[in-house]
C-alpha cells in the first residue's frame, strides 16, 4: 500500500484529496494544525499528524519513517493587504520545509496545488502552461505569493525530489466551509456585498484532487497543469446558486466606481475591526478577471475532466445542506 502525506488536508482541496486516495487504496497521514477541526478526516480513515509548518521539527516529530508521494495544499489565502508578509512567508516557508520533509521520507515527488491566476494571459487571449506569470512583486499579495510559493518549488525540484505544480481555477464541490458556504449564507440572508464582473473558470474539487494523484503517478517534474472547467461570470454562476438556495437572483454587477468607494469604504472599517473585511482591493481584482485558459495539457497527460456548473453547484449545495451549515450568520 502506498503512502501520501497530505499538507493542509483540513482545507477545501484536503478534505476532497484524502477522499480520492483513501478510495483508491492509498494510506494517507494528514498533517494538519494542532486547533484544526478533524472529525472529519478521521471518518475518512486519514492517520492524523497535527504539526506546525514553519517548524521542521514539529513536522519530522509526527512523520513516519517513509513516504511515496508528499501532497502540498497548505496555503495562505488571504486577500487582505495587511496580511501579505506574512502571507508570502508562510508560503515560502512552509514550501522549502515540506521539500525538507519529502526528501528525508524519500518520496518519488512533491504535487503542489497553487491556483490559475498566477498566469497573465492578457487581453483577449487565452493561457497555457508556457504564459508568463505574475511578478514576486505583484500588488496582489495572494497570487504574488503563490507565485513565489512555485518559484521556491522549482528551485528545489532537482534535489532528489520531483515537484509538480496543479493550477485549477475557482474549486467547487463538498468539503468547502469557506467562500463557498459564506457566499450561499449572503445569499440566503439577501446580504450580498457585490456581484463581480468577472468571468472564472470553475474546477470540480474531487476532479482536481484526482488530477493530483495522477500527477503524483505521471506528471512531468517542474511541470505545471492548469485544471479548468465550465466558464461562466459571476452573474450567470449566482443565478444558478440563487436557484438552487431558492432564493431571488442577486441584480446585475456594480459599476466600477461604486465597486472601488465600496471596497475602500469596507477596508477602511477593517482597520477597527481588526478581521479580512468581506470585500477588499486585492479580491475585487481576483472578482473581476476576464479568465480563461487552455487545460489541454492535463486532459491529455493526467485524464483530467470535470462535471457542468450545475453538477458543480449542486454537490457543493448537497454538501453544505447535508451538513446543516447554512442557517448560521455569515457575518458571525
Request: overall charge neutral.
Amino acid at each position: 500500500m502506498a503512502t501520501a502525506l497530505v499538507f493542509g488536508a483540513t482545507g477545501f482541496l484536503g478534505h476532497n484529496l484524502v477522499g480520492e486516495l483513501k478510495a483508491q487504496g492509498w494510506r494517507v497521514i494528514a498533517v494538519h494544525r494542532h486547533s484544526a477541526e478533524t472529525s472529519a478526516l478521521a471518518s475518512l480513515g486519514a492517520e492524523l499528524a497535527p504539526a506546525n509548518l514553519l517548524d521542521r521539527r514539529s513536522i519530522m516529530n509526527v512523520m513516519p519513517a517513509s513516504a511515496d508521494v508528499v501532497f502540498h495544499c497548505a496555503a495562505d489565502r488571504a486577500l487582505w493587504r495587511p496580511r501579505n508578509g506574512v502571507q508570502r512567508r508562510f508560503n515560502v516557508k512552509s514550501m522549502r520545509n515540506i521539500h525538507y520533509i519529502a526528501q528525508n521520507m524519500g518520496a518519488s515527488c512533491l504535487v503542489h496545488a497553487s491556483c490559475a491566476h498566477v498566469f497573465m494571459p492578457g487581453r483577449g487571449r487565452v493561457a497555457t502552461e508556457t504564459s508568463p506569470q505574475y511578478s514576486t512583486d505583484f500588488w496582489v499579495g495572494g497570487v504574488a505569493a503563490k507565485v513565489a510559493a512555485e518559484n521556491m518549488l522549482r528551485t528545489l525540484c532537482n534535489r532528489g525530489v520531483e515537484g509538480i505544480i496543479v493550477n485549477p481555477g475557482v474549486l467547487l464541490g463538498p468539503y468547502d466551509r469557506g467562500q463557498w458556504l459564506t457566499l450561499c449564507q449572503q445569499l440566503l440572508s439577501d446580504r450580498l456585498p457585490a456581484v463581480l464582473p468577472g468571468i472564472q473558470r470553475y474546477a470540480h474539487a474531487p476532479s482536481v484532487a484526482r488530477a493530483m494523484i495522477a500527477a503524483a503517478e505521471r506528471g512531468g517534474n517542474g511541470e505545471n497543469y492548469l485544471l479548468g472547467g465550465p466558464r461562466a461570470s459571476q452573474a450567470e454562476m449566482l443565478e444558478k446558486l440563487a436557484a438552487l438556495l431558492d432564493v431571488p437572483v442577486p441584480g446585475g454587477p456594480m459599476p466600477g466606481w461604486r465597486l472601488r468607494l465600496a471596497t475602500a469604504l469596507d477596508e477602511w472599517r477593517a482597520r477597527f475591526r481588526g478581521r479580512e473585511p468581506a470585500l477588499t482591493r486585492d479580491a475585487l481584482w481576483l472578482g473581476s478577471q476576464q479568465l480563461d485558459f487552455d487545460d489541454a495539457k492535463a486532459r491529455a497527460e493526467l485524464g483530467y475532466d470535470t462535471p457542468d456548473l450545475d453538477t458543480c453547484l449542486a454537490e457543493t449545495v448537497d454538501w453544505l445542506s447535508r451538513h446543516d451549515l447554512l442557517g448560521s450568520d455569515p457575518l458571525s
